[in-house]
């Protein structure tokens, strides 16, 4: 299958790491996008009107998505769970809200897309990111888990762990090759 005809699917693409949906656009694929309405304008930006909007913590939001990029666009080939919130703040003074917000989007938020969709990033821990990084451990378990379920039927689940990036410079090209590496994910060289 060519990737013109391959529909991937990006959660989370208008924030951090937005240069996934550049690549996979420039690989020829037909590029489906999702974030928070909060962030309409930059995926407006980033993707020239490809809109889809709901919330990966709501597994109806998270179908009602699948189903509209698959009736749109043909189907669904590739899911990669990108959405995630992370708020650097210290050990005590993150909040049980904050906590929990960190879970429900970072944990949930894979969990459901997994489920709905069928990758995902992290295991990095930093300090002031003591939330984020329990909530991204428990995705490279739960990414572990589903490729081996979901692996008997040739959907690969595959996670990715960039870690923090210190100055913009480096973020930047940190950013381009995280998009490379999720390129060769998503092809048949990787399969």
């Not at 909530?135 to 081996?148: D, E, I, M, N, Y």
């Amino acid at each position: 299958m060519s990737a013109l005809t391959r529909v991937p699917l990006v959660t989370g693409a208008a924030q951090g790491i937005d240069r996934i949906s550049l690549r996979l656009a420039k690989d020829g694929f037909n590029v489906a996008v999702s974030d928070l309405p909060r962030s309409r304008s930059k995926l407006e930006s980033l993707t020239q009107g490809i809109q889809e909007k709901g919330h990966v913590t709501s597994e109806p939001d998270v179908e009602r998505m699948v189903e509209k990029v698959a009736g749109d666009l043909g189907g669904l080939d590739v899911f990669i769970a990108n959405a995630g919130i992370c708020k650097a703040q210290s050990f005590l003074d993150t909040s049980v809200d904050d906590w929990e917000d960190l879970f429900r989007a970072n944990r949930r938020g894979a969990f459901i897309s997994y489920r709905r969709g069928r990758g995902f990033r992290t295991d990095l821990a930093d300090p002031f990111l003591s939330a984020y990084s329990a909530s991204k451990f428990s995705v490279r378990g739960l990414t572990q888990a589903a490729s081996l379920e979901f692996g008997q039927y040739g959907i690969t689940v595959n996670v990715y762990a960039p870690g923090r990036s210190i100055s913009e410079a480096k973020k930047n090209a940190l950013h381009v090759d995280i998009a490379g590496l999720v390129s060769y994910l998503v092809s048949p060289d990787a399969s």
